[in-house]
């Protein structure tokens, strides 16, 4: 312990492509080394720390560091004694597998080797910019990964700055307790590196916290990432309680987290008052449908669906989504609360008294506001609690919703929905949720309320396009303005010339028939 682990082609077995990525194994074999001297720690809370690290020198022992960012934001690896920092060898640096995201396990032939890695790394430069969080987020493979990842014991902190900040507001697309995002939501101009290293350091600062049984346990039953994710909601400055949407932020500013109650509480946990783990699953949903209430290249709402995050892009057309979804976790009840939204915009029905089966809706909202960050992304917070009151690392179930688009509701009716560039120009939403859309769509009923289906004008062209309730495009009309004769119709993307996906958008969806035209 306290050399370095290269990986190299020998101990790694590689499902590797340049272009593509994916994924590696690497198997390392670390020999304990001299015992540390105690005051060689120079990490976070020094003097609370060192008499801790004195009484457990092998703290460290079988405990990895990887920085993923090309050294730009590495953590001190040297300031925790007896910690391994992870050096790749010159055919991983070649294949471009030392940065960017986790794409890889690091296993000791008997169980994964606890890891704490960050990244600063972020995508700035394309039309499809984002930040490490919002690409893992929108990438189906990456979710997987983080969740796997997460399972091992291998811990990530990723930076959220382009994503999150006070001058920009949050664009993330879902909260995931998979990894940690960081982000300096406290200075007006923000020093994203300083957040990354506050952050990772303080959570290599919580293994000289852990008596060697709590250690031991949080290795055995692979519980890193949940319990550090607890210790960090625990410890943000300001917030009530647990179970405050102040304890959930979207990403953490080590400055609004207190560092010392942070170690103070990793140091007084035992293996009985670890967090017990929990799984979210969907038992009951009504898809709203692609070409009729949404307008899409995709044909589906879902992003994400692991026992932690579970994800939806709020595309239908449809003012309330509704989700009966099932928490997970033997001998626990479940508290459901709301991090993220307008309370009165979300509701949660418990069908079981102890919470573990739950109806949520959720409508519609425009952009708004959460802690001085306008989002477009309401959160809603699950928590396992033991009859002890020991309580589990959240999951969340997140609805992000677009905000280049303007809809107008009477009551829950539809009245319409403008998806046109507005006077004040282009609003940007991710490329990778939603197309843009010139048109504007105005919605018909009968007398009786039922939907007869809508009118698409476009900005700058006369007359208009009328589809049934069906979606279908109307080519001729009876004389009571019912159909006599439609067409059905299929979306597609095309990129627009000159786009960069900051002032314009970079995908544009076209409109075509896709058959004859034939009696309703």
Known sequence: AGGEAVVDAADTQWEWD????????????????????ADAYAGPCADLVRPWLAANP???????????????????????????????????????AHKGEANGLFFSGVRPLMTVGNSIMAL??????????????????AIGLAA???????????????????????????????????????????????????????????????????????????????TVQRLLRQSQKGAPDYFSAAAHPPAFDPQRVDAEAFLKAAHALTPETLPPPLALSVRMERAPLAGVEFFEAVNS???????????????????????????????????????????????VTPL???????????????PFDRDGLQTRRADIACVAVRPDGTASAPAFVSFRFLANERRVYDGDRLVSVDYSMP????????????????????????????P?????????????????AHGRRVAEANPDGSPKAVAPVRYFPRQIQGADGRTAPVLELIQMDAGAVTAP
């Open 18 to 37: 340049p272009m593509r990525g994916g994924y590696m194994t690497t198997l390392l074999r670390l020999h304990p080394g001299e015992a540390p001297a």
């Open 58 to 96: 092998a703290a460290y022992s079988g405990v990895l560091y990887v920085n993923r960012d090309e050294d730009l934001a590495a953590a001190r690896y040297e300031a925790f004694p007896g910690l391994t920092p992870v050096v790749y060898g010159e055919e991983a640096v070649r294949a471009g």
């Open 124 to 141: 700035p430069a394309t039309p499809f910019w984002r930040s490490l969080p919002r690409k893992i987020a929108t990438t189906p493979n």
């Open 148 to 226: 796997r990842l997460a399972a091992a014991n291998q811990l990530y902190v990723y930076d959220a700055t382009l994503d999150c900040s006070r001058a920009g507001g949050d664009l993330l697309v879902g909260n995931n307790v998979a990894f940690v995002p960081t982000a300096d939501l406290t200075n007006e101009k923000p020093d994203p590196a300083a957040a990354q290293r506050g952050i990772t350091e303080l959570i290599l600062a919580a293994f000289a916290a852990f008596t060697p049984q709590t250690k031991e346990a949080i290795a055995r039953d692979g519980l890193l990432v949940p």
């Open 301 to 347: 709402e879902t992003l994400a669906d692991t026992p932690q995050c579970i994800t939806r892009v709020f595309r239908g057309t449809g003012r309330w989504r509704r989700l009966t979804v099932a928490a997970q976790s033997p001998g626990c009840d479940f508290r459901w609360f709301v991090v993220g939204g307008d309370p009165g915009k979300i509701r």
């Open 352 to 366: 079981t008294s102890d919470g573990a089966l739950v109806t949520l809706e959720v409508a519609w909202h425009a």
């Open 423 to 450: 006077e004040g120009g282009f609003v940007y939403e991710d490329p990778l949720l939603t197309t843009f859309k010139n048109w504007r769509d105005d919605y018909l009923y009968d007398a009786a309320g039922k």
């Open 452 to 468: 007869l289906g809508w009118t698409r004008r476009r900005p700058g062209q006369e007359g208009e396009d009328r589809f049934d």
